[in-house]
């Protein structure tokens, strides 16, 4: 909250109309930025006028201004003795007191201004910031909704509400605070931006690639700006337009910039370019040695022998004491997938289990919950549901969905298919879990899914699913199919079907032990809360199987099992099976597929850009000794491997 100039009371008292003018000189001198000036003068109006609490204040606030808030309190503190019930001196005694760090402070004077004046819209505001400070949320959010209840245009309060709810993973709610921002403010650049980074955290590029466009267009000198438009980029597969953007943040970057090498690193790697993507993530820890997060992608983008530098590194690293959680997890995901490349399964084992651990203290998770949601999923699309629908869904047969559990071959699917030239693959798009909560808020407050989509009209319900073809079409106006690999597109598949009953639905299996170790393995970027404990991943797995046991017996003949051991045994055969599965002609392609310009944005970009070798299977094997929990779990579902 800036600072209050209150008037002077010295032309309420019996004082030299010398004296009053020589305050409006120095709050002339204050707002035009001479401050020295303005405090000699005040110290000149004091020896004429000792003791008068408007002046020692206003000294209180230039000290404050200046760079001196202890000297600023100990003023504005004399000013609030002699005049306790002044507003205007407790809100900048309570500013004061929250530059020097003394937040409990602040928050009683700003607490003692709103007895005493109510109607001050930007005191709650500055308030809840406090509170949200000291991690006081429930009070942080009460603070912020007065101060826009009693200023309902109040951009700056609306903002700052958006980001307690991002801090509280609430990315709904934030960006209902930051558009009633923005409405409020037109040009309030903060909030675009804020609801540009969401959109890129939740992959959602094609909401954030407009918003990025106009930020990058209106400030073409801010280069952080820039890198996170290449991100956006990256995420709609234009990968020679981020490397071109991420290139032009690189030379605008004051001085050497490990973000910039990043950027492009991520960007050529993407584009299958591994060998010159480590020569940029390795320019970046040069740079900054503490630029941890890039010995994640140094370990995914080659396969180590045991003499490379970098794991030296990564274990001098990991011996530092003041890492946080996320980072400290992903040094040691890096270091396992090292070591099990050479051959250290032991070590290999003990680092994975260390990473999985720390993520499980950040994302910890109730088997119980799953097996409720799923088996809900299991009695409301049942038999009846598909034999007596309502709604006949729309006749496209763009979409090809590529699903399964993480890990079982959905990348290594999606580049054979995407291989085919009347084929663009799109990646894990993630939309149908967005057309899920959209169909849940339509249907209205109280509504949940699956329940809430009997309670919508056709009418909606088909411009819904234009919406999604239109945005999947926009991708590749030319192609005939369009896939969208999100593997766990296995949770709505019952509303995919409903929606889009020509649809291909490709289900990818693998061995079950090798399919979940793969998934221990792996440092995901988004949570996988099911994945950080043997059991509880093992007891994930059952329950998926036994979702999709169900779509097989309620949409006969829909699904294409592609089993990962048999594409690796007889990779022809099963390759032209799956793509006549998908309505078009065989080509050659579709056996090189590694050799594939598109780009892949998956944790196995290296492996998809390789042919297919044997070695991939039967990995669980070389652990074990270590995986009890996981095998007895499974043991059921693993009897024909």
Not at 17 to 35: H, I, M, N, T, V
Not at 215 to 242: F, K
Not at 577 to 590: Q, Y
Request: proline content about 4%; glycine content about 4%; some cysteine.
């Amino acid at each position: 909250m800036g600072k209050h100039i209150p008037k002077s009371r010295l032309d309420q008292q019996d004082a030299h109309l010398e004296l009053r003018k020589a305050f409006a000189q120095a709050s002339d001198l204050f707002q035009r930025g001479y401050l020295k000036e303005a405090d000699q003068l005040c110290l000149r109006m004091l020896k004429k006028l000792p003791g008068l609490p408007d002046i020692i204040h206003f000294r209180g606030v230039i000290a404050c201004q200046s760079g001196e808030p202890k000297r600023g309190v100990k003023l504005i503190a004399e000013a609030v003795a002699a005049d306790p019930n002044n507003a205007d001196y407790r809100v900048n005694l309570g500013n004061a007191y929250r530059e020097i760090g003394l937040r409990e402070e602040a928050i009683r004077h700003f607490r003692t201004a709103l007895r005493l004046r109510q109607d001050m819209p930007e005191l709650h505001n500055s308030l809840g910031v406090l509170y949200k400070e000291n991690d006081e949320f429930s009070l942080a959010e009460l603070e912020f909704r007065e101060a826009i209840r009693l200023k309902p245009h109040f951009p700056h309060a609306q903002y700052n509400l958006a980001q307690l709810y991002l801090s509280q993973g609430d990315k709904g709610k934030a960006l209902e605070q930051l558009q009633a921002a923005i409405r409020s403010d037109p040009v309030y650049t903060d909030a675009y931006l804020a609801m540009a980074r969401i959109y890129k955290d939740m992959s959602i590029a094609e909401k954030a690639y407009p918003l990025y466009q106009e930020l990058v267009t209106n400030n073409p000198g801010d280069w952080s700006v820039m890198m996170e438009y290449a991100v956006v980029l990256q995420q709609m597969g234009r990968i020679e337009e981020s490397l071109g953007i991420a290139r032009k943040a690189y030379d605008q970057a004051p001085g050497d910039n490990e973000n910039a090498c990043i950027a492009i690193g991520n960007a050529l790697q993407l584009a299958g370019k591994h060998e010159e993507a480590l020569i940029y993530f390795r320019k970046a820890l040069e740079i900054n040695p503490n630029a941890l997060s890039v010995y994640g992608a140094i370990a995914s983008s080659r396969k180590f022998t045991g003499s490379e530098v970098e794991i030296a590194e990564i274990k001098r690293s990991l011996e530092c004491q003041n890492l946080d959680e996320k980072t400290r997890s992903a040094l040691h995901f890096a270091l396992g997938k090292v070591y099990n490349d050479c051959r250290l399964y032991d070590d290999a084992f003990r680092h994975y289990l260390e990473g999985n651990g720390l993520r499980r203290q950040l994302a910890p998770y109730a088997s119980e919950e799953t097996e409720v949601h799923f088996t809900r999923l299991i009695n409301f699309f049942n038999k009846d549901f598909f034999t007596d629908r309502s709604y006949s869904g729309l006749n496209s047969d763009l979409p090809i969905f590529i699903l399964g559990m993480p890990r079982s071959g959905t990348s290594l699917t999606e580049q054979i298919i995407s291989s085919h030239p009347q084929v663009f693959g799109a990646g894990e798009l993630g939309d149908f879990a967005r057309i899920r909560a959209h169909l849940t808020h339509l249907a209205g407050e109280n509504a949940s899914f699956p329940e809430s989509i009997l309670q919508l009209s056709s009418d909606i319900l088909t411009a819904v699913t234009n919406r999604f073809l239109k945005n999947l079409r926009d991708l590749a106006p030319d192609a005939k199919h369009i896939t969208d690999k999100m593997p766990h597109n296995f949770l709505n598949l019952g509303l995919i079907a409903y929606l889009l009953p020509n649809a291909k639905i490709i289900h990818c299996k693998r061995n079950p032990l090798d399919n979940c170790l793969s998934i221990f393995f792996q440092n995901f970027e988004a949570e996988h809360p099911y994945k950080s404990d043997l059991h509880d991943l093992g007891l994930y797995y059952r329950q998926y199987h036994r979702l999709m046991a169900h779509w097989h017996e309620v949409l006969p003949s829909r699904i294409f099992d592609l089993q990962y051991e048999d594409l690796v045994e007889n990779q022809e055969a099963v390759s032209r099976k799956l793509i006549e599965f998908c309505g078009l002609d065989w080509n050659d392609a579709c056996l090189d597929f590694h050799k594939s310009e598109r780009a892949v944005r998956t944790a196995s970009q290296w492996q998809v850009r390789q042919p297919i070798y044997k070695t991939s299977t039967d990995q669980w094997r070389r652990y074990e000794k270590h995986i009890a929990p996981l095998i007895h779990t499974l043991c059921s579902l693993t009897e024909s491997f």
